[in-house]
């Protein structure tokens, strides 16, 4: 088994991976079951993948189920007045331990259900994706979405302990991994040259299976995530606010999308990583050849890197509209994540979104 801890003071969890982890659930979850019982929510897909295994590892502990529809909809007003009506109904209290099974949906509706209901309940992350398990699990960022975009209400609120077992990758849609391997590429591109270069060599034998690889990229991603969180856990320094290379521009594609299936969070990632670096080479900061590089990879493992392969023909204002929305604005100013090169992203805060518009215009 592969720990990871998440160093917070007295918030401080651990991250447990392996493999076959769910089968033997119970010998990490049992000790949070009140009255021997545990409430799991997750949704319709993975209840009918990854609940019947759960239930099996947890051996003699109940659980209570609560199973919503599939979907980035799901993160929504509506579904988490559900939900906290379900949970208060089960009788949760604040000393619970709330399970969260699944991906970065469930996994946030249900951290942030935790954090406001009866004013703050304990959760559990079990990432069923490859993209929870990289990324969303970690760090505490909890929210829904709404009409004026993405993740803007929710709160930040740690889990007491992640649970990654890479074994659930083995039932996903191949298009479900491929956009959870925009997240691990990001690691790379953020501040880690070789993880990058190690990307190229192995990211095609992770999409196809290859546990050792799935294991190590897991492992290295949330390394990576855990050590920024815990120095900067409210994206206060600067640091964090590294982790969202590519979501400025992902973000303004989902919305543009509708945050449907037409275009997945991972896919808008990948896309947003590629224009932040055509857009850092068309300023001046960073080669063309590194951006070709990067749309190279992407482009290799089947990831959309042009407004075209993301389904979107919006022109450059429409799409700065929407960014007008992000939580990250400043005094009418967005902060944009830019590199000077693969391994090298850094937190540009005077970029001219007239600039940003008629960049994305020539995308088109």
Same mark, same amino acid.
């Given at each position: 088994?592969?720990?990871?801890?998440?160093?917070?003071?007295?918030?401080?969890? @651990?991250?447990?991976?392996?493999?076959?982890?769910?089968?033997?659930?119970?010998?990490?979850?049992?000790?949070? =079951?009140?009255?021997?019982?545990?409430?799991?929510?997750?949704?319709?897909?993975? *209840?009918?993948? #990854?609940?019947?295994?759960?239930?099996?590892?947890?051996?003699?502990?109940?659980?209570? @189920?609560?199973?919503? @529809? +599939?979907?980035?909809?799901?993160?929504?007003?509506?579904?988490?007045?559900?939900?906290?009506?379900?949970?208060?109904?089960?009788?949760?209290?604040?000393?619970?331990?709330?399970?969260?099974? $699944?991906?970065?949906?469930?996994?946030?509706?249900?951290?942030?259900?935790?954090?406001?209901?009866?004013?703050?309940?304990?959760?559990?992350?079990? @990432?069923?994706?490859? /993209?929870?398990?990289?990324?969303?699990?970690?760090?505490?960022?909890?929210?829904?979405?709404?009409?004026?975009?993405?993740?803007?209400?929710?709160?930040?609120? #740690?889990?007491?302990?992640?649970?990654?077992?890479?074994?659930?990758?083995?039932?996903?849609?191949?298009?479900?991994?491929? +956009?959870?391997? +925009?997240?691990?590429?990001?690691?790379?591109?953020?501040?880690?040259?070789?993880?990058?270069?190690?990307?190229?060599?192995?990211?095609?034998?992770?999409?196809?299976?290859?546990?050792?690889?799935?294991?190590?990229? %897991?492992?290295?991603?949330?390394?990576?995530?855990?050590?920024?969180? *815990?120095?900067?856990?409210?994206?206060?320094?600067?640091?964090?606010?590294?982790?969202?290379?590519?979501?400025?521009?992902?973000?303004?594609?989902?919305?543009?999308?509708?945050?449907?299936?037409? &275009?997945?969070?991972?896919?808008?990632?990948?896309?947003?990583?590629?224009?932040?670096?055509?857009?850092?080479? =068309?300023? !001046?900061?960073?080669?063309?050849?590194?951006?070709?590089?990067?749309?190279?990879?992407?482009?290799?493992?089947?990831?959309?890197?042009? &407004?075209?392969?993301?389904?979107?023909?919006?022109? $450059? *204002?429409?799409?700065?509209?929407?960014?007008?929305?992000?939580?990250?604005?400043?005094? !009418?100013? &967005?902060?944009?994540?830019?590199?000077?090169? %693969?391994?090298?992203?850094?937190?540009?805060?005077?970029?001219? /979104?007239?600039?940003?518009?008629?960049?994305?215009?020539?995308?088109?």
């Amino acid at each position: 088994m592969i720990r990871v801890d998440v160093g917070l003071g007295d918030r401080s969890y @651990p991250i447990l991976i392996e493999a076959g982890l769910l089968d033997r659930a119970a010998e990490h979850l049992s000790k949070f =079951a009140r009255n021997g019982r545990l409430v799991v929510v997750t949704d319709e897909s993975v *209840a009918a993948r #990854q609940l019947p295994r759960l239930v099996a590892g947890l051996g003699q502990v109940r659980i209570d @189920p609560i199973i919503l @529809p +599939a979907g980035e909809a799901t993160k929504s007003w509506g579904m988490l007045e559900r939900l906290t009506d379900q949970l208060m109904e089960l009788g949760v209290e604040r000393s619970d331990r709330i399970v969260a099974l $699944g991906g970065g949906v469930i996994g946030d509706l249900v951290g942030f259900a935790a954090s406001i209901l009866k004013r703050g309940c304990g959760f559990i992350q079990v @990432p069923t994706t490859l /993209l929870a398990q990289v990324d969303s699990s970690v760090g505490g960022k909890t929210a829904i979405n709404t009409r004026a975009g993405k993740n803007l209400i929710g709160a930040f609120h #740690q889990p007491d302990l992640v649970l990654i077992d890479p074994t659930t990758l083995d039932t996903l849609p191949s298009r479900q991994v491929r +956009a959870g391997y +925009a997240e691990v590429v990001k690691y790379g591109l953020i501040d880690d040259f070789d993880f990058f270069a190690w990307c190229e060599a192995h990211g095609t034998a992770l999409l196809e299976g290859d546990t050792d690889a799935r294991t190590k990229a %897991i492992a290295h991603s949330v390394a990576a995530k855990a050590r920024v969180v *815990a120095a900067d856990e409210r994206e206060t320094s600067g640091l964090r606010a590294l982790l969202n290379l590519g979501h400025t521009f992902g973000h303004a594609l989902e919305a543009e999308t509708g945050f449907s299936d037409v &275009l997945l969070h991972g896919e808008g990632v990948a896309c947003g990583m590629a224009l932040a670096f055509r857009f850092s080479a =068309a300023q !001046g900061l960073c080669s063309g050849q590194d951006a070709v590089r990067v749309a190279r990879h992407l482009d290799a493992v089947g990831l959309p890197t042009t &407004l075209k392969a993301a389904h979107v023909d919006a022109d $450059g *204002a429409t799409l700065v509209g929407h960014m007008a929305h992000d939580k990250k604005m400043e005094g !009418g100013r &967005l902060p944009f994540l830019l590199a000077r090169g %693969i391994g090298q992203t850094f937190l540009a805060k005077d970029v001219d /979104l007239a600039e940003v518009a008629a960049f994305l215009d020539g995308e088109r």
